[in-house]
């Protein structure tokens, strides 16, 4: 299974940028900030089984999933209304595995909303360890934060994914036996999955592709692609 895996910063913009078609080469994409529950008709057409989440507010937050294999279930959200109304995750059940496509909040500006963002990752961490009971889980997405300084070109630990409690509690998840693909494959190479619009210079690596390490076996390829059109690159997940 080939999987892409991007924060479009809005659906319709990237449409409107020829950006979107890249997306048809994959088996399933996982898209997050899509800003719109009206999908542009060039990715209606590509033939995905399409399950979405937007958010209650409209131009805010949404993730988007497209499958080529018709799931066996759909979840949308983790069962907590303040995160759901923001429509933040939306998980498929496959033969073999769950996949979860997931936008985390940004911690805010001077970190005023990082209580909530700490309350979102309690509430999904507890909604993944319950999937895994069942089968193995890929979760993929936006994170918002970095666990190792080489993740970001600048450091300032009162910057927004940069903060130690967002990078605890990302380290902490790993640790309960889930793999970051990327260092997985690239255990050394610095590459940056946001840029800054406004200060190219600043760069972090926020978006991840985590297997549980029963599926380890199973990972071919995972990279961060050098495809325009967003302040994200998306990142790719080969399984077998």
């Known amino acids: 299974m080939k999987l892409i895996s991007w924060n479009v910063n809005g659906v319709r913009s990237l449409s409107r940028k020829g950006a979107l078609r890249v997306i048809n080469d994959f ?18 057409s590509m033939g995905f089984e399409i399950y979405g989440f937007p958010a209650v507010r409209k131009g805010y937050s949404g993730v988007l999933t497209l499958s080529r294999v018709k799931p066996i279930n759909v979840i949308k959200g983790i069962g907590v209304r303040d995160f759901d109304d923001e429509g933040r995750v939306i998980s498929i059940e496959l033969s073999d595995f769950y996949l979860i496509n997931a936008y985390f909040p940004r ?12 309350a979102f ?7 993944v360890l319950n999937l895994r009971q069942r089968k193995p889980v890929i979760i993929c997405g936006d994170f918002n934060a970095v666990y190792a300084r ?3 070109s600048f450091w300032n630990e009162n910057q927004p994914g940069l903060s130690p409690p967002e990078r605890q509690w990302l380290s902490e998840f790993i640790r309960k036996g889930f793999i970051d693909t990327f260092r997985l494959i690239h255990p050394n ?18 978006d991840y592709c985590f297997v549980s390490s029963e599926l380890i076996e199973r990972v071919i390829d995972a990279d961060i692609l050098n495809i ?3 302040d994200h690159y998306p990142i790719l997940l080969v399984v077998k």
């Open 189 to 206: 190479e610095v590459k940056y999955s946001w840029r800054s619009y406004r200060n190219k210079s600043m760069a972090m690596r926020i």
């Open 121 to 127: 990752n309690r509430s999904i961490e507890s909604f």
């Open 27 to 44: 088996d399933v994409a996982l898209l997050q900030e899509i800003k719109s529950s009206d999908l542009p008709l060039d990715l209606l």
């Open 107 to 118: 911690a805010g500006d001077n970190l005023n909303r990082l209580p909530f963002k700490l």
């Open 150 to 152: 080489q993740d970001s």
């Open 228 to 230: 325009e059109g967003s």
